[in-house]
């Protein structure tokens, strides 16, 4: 396993996913990365308070590109590669020009390592090891050195250590052939991405549908925990001109999704609470049934 933490960790980190031969991980591994850095990004276009179009149109394009970026690498249908291909396309053209429009230098991390994440949906899907984005970066080494190389750039597109870690504890965990997203996001959230997604959650949780929905998406993986992916999936194929349509129209389409799926089965009360219910409901005749029993 290739140690990621000393200076050569980026291209140890290539190298390793290379002798993998699976695109496929190297999506998930830069997914993940972008997952992790967003919340710097998002904190600076809220949907609440002084909100721009622009605001609500780049939030919506991140977390449709990384929710495509996900929905590939865990539940792959005709569907989802045909969008996640469309919408990465989009989004290396919308984060290329965010950064030409001098962004955030807080912000900037997040967008280079989403713009990394879409070129490797386009390097996983079009296996032709180019980018006909853009055109302004091209790997000649084939799609699987190209995956490698994009994945690498979006985990150390900023030095973050603990980003640096998180993707050896994924490299780690997929050796042992286990699901990567059952791992936390972090190993060690950075104070920075702690208070700006915080922040960014009570905005979104008061801003309502469907931002609300989005946090319960993030917590979830921020955490390891996973999300019910068939209705995800839904989500990440809301049309592209519903998704264009901006949040309203988005948080319509998902509340008809929600309507349709089944609810998750109530967990089982424990035994002292389910008697402490019968108690209550039969307090006035309990004494009688229990001096019937004697």
């Given amino acids: 396993m290739a140690d990621f933490e000393d200076s050569d960790y980026q291209k140890n980190l290539r190298a390793w996913l290379i002798e993998q031969k699976n695109q496929s991980l190297s ?10 850095l967003q919340p710097s990004f998002w904190f600076i276009h809220p949907p609440v308070g002084k909100v721009t179009p622009d605001d609500l149109t780049l939030s919506l394009v991140s977390i449709k590109t990384l929710l495509l970026g996900t929905l590939y690498t865990v539940l792959p249908n005709q569907n989802v590669i045909q969008l996640a291909d469309e919408n990465a396309l989009s989004a290396v053209q919308f984060t290329k020009g965010w950064i030409n429009n001098a962004i955030s230098p807080v912000a ?9 994440a879409a070129r490797s949906v386009i390097q996983e899907v079009r296996r032709d090891g180019t980018f006909d ?5 091209k790997y000649g080494d084939g799609p699987i050195e190209a995956a490698a190389a994009v994945a690498a750039q979006a985990v150390f597109v900023f030095d973050y250590s603990a980003n640096g870690l998180s993707a050896q504890m994924e490299c780690e965990h997929w ?6 997203w059952d791992l936390p996001l972090w190993t060690k959230l950075p104070d ?4 700006a997604w915080s922040e960014t959650r009570d905005g979104w949780e008061n801003a309502g549908a469907p931002w609300d929905y989005f946090a319960e998406v993030y917590d979830a993986l921020l955490k390891g925990t996973q999300p019910d992916w068939t209705i995800l999936r839904q989500v990440a194929l809301i ?8 949040p309203d129209q988005v948080a319509a389409c998902i ?8 609810k998750p089965a ?29």
């Fill in 133 to 137: 984005a853009d055109g302004t970066l």
């Fill in 27 to 36: 999506v998930a591994v830069a997914t993940r990365a972008a997952w992790r």
């Fill in 192 to 195: 920075d991405i702690a208070k």
């Fill in 266 to 294: 109530q967990p089982k009360k424990p035994a002292p609470e389910v008697i402490r219910q019968f108690a209550d409901t039969n307090a006035e005749t309990l004494p009688a049934q229990l001096a019937a029993l004697i």
């Fill in 255 to 262: 509340a008809a999704i929600l309507a349709k799926s089944p």
């Fill in 175 to 180: 050796s042992n052939g286990l699901d990567v």
């Fill in 239 to 246: 049309s592209p001109s519903d998704w264009d349509a901006g």
């Fill in 108 to 116: 900037l991390p997040a967008v280079m390592s989403l713009r990394a």
